[in-house]
Structures are given as C-alpha cells and as structure tokens.
C-alpha cells in the first residue's frame, strides 16, 4: 500500500514557475513508476510526466515538454514536477501516481495508487 499526497500547487501569473511535491508513505518508493497527471474542468485526466523505476529517461507530453521537470529523490520518498513558463491552459487539479509497472506507462489504467489532487491555476 502506497499513500501519496501532493503539495505546491497554488495561483501563479502566466510565465511564472511552481514546483509540485508527491510524498510517498511506505518503504518500496523506489519501486514505483511515479507519474504526474493533471484534469481541467471538463476534460480528461490527462498525462504530464513520469519516471520509472529503472531509471528511463523521464517522459513528457508534447504540451509541457521543455517547460516541466520531473524529478524523484527515493530517500525523502518524494517525486517533484518543476513547472516553469505557465500558461494559463495549465490550469488543472495536478495528480501524482504510482505504478507497479517496471517500465513508464502512460495510461490512467496502468497506475495503482492516486494523490488527492493539488490545484494549480495560471492567470492571463
């Protein structure tokens, strides 16, 4: 069992930065494929980025690469996402998941274990 919970999310101008946390609980971080999500209103939950457990190069969606970073450090059990450059259609509850999967899915279906969800909004 792996609990997550995201921080560092907030309201920020467009072109601004903000840096999302995902603590993890339990001791077997390390073998979690951890990703990062994110949903606006009415739309679905969508993929950012993530990073396997053995060490891939960390992936990212078209929409978000060269502006996002994700990064994990396995002995705070912690998984970040360094977000500069804002736009405002980055506007979306952020989720951080876990998966069981060796290699990095992409798929909602494919990860066990969900965050509360952290909001970020990006003003024009």
């Known amino acids: 069992q792996v609990q997550l919970v995201e921080s560092g999310g907030g309201l920020v101008q467009a072109g601004g930065s903000l840096r999302l946390s995902c603590a993890a609980s339990?001791?077997?971080?390390?073998?979690?494929?951890m990703g990062w999500f994110r949903q606006a209103p009415g739309k679905e939950r969508e993929f950012v980025s993530g990073v396997s457990v053995i060490g891939e190069s960390p992936f990212y969606a078209d929409s978000v690469k060269g502006r996002f970073t994700i990064s994990r450090d396995n002995v705070k059990n912690t998984v970040y996402l360094q977000m500069n450059s804002l736009k405002p259609e980055d506007t979306a509850v952020y989720y951080c998941a876990a998966s069981s999967k060796v290699y990095l899915p992409t798929s909602t279906l494919q990860y066990d274990y969900w965050g509360q969800g952290t909001q970020v909004t990006v003003s024009s």
């Open positions: 339990g001791r077997t971080f390390s073998r979690y494929s």
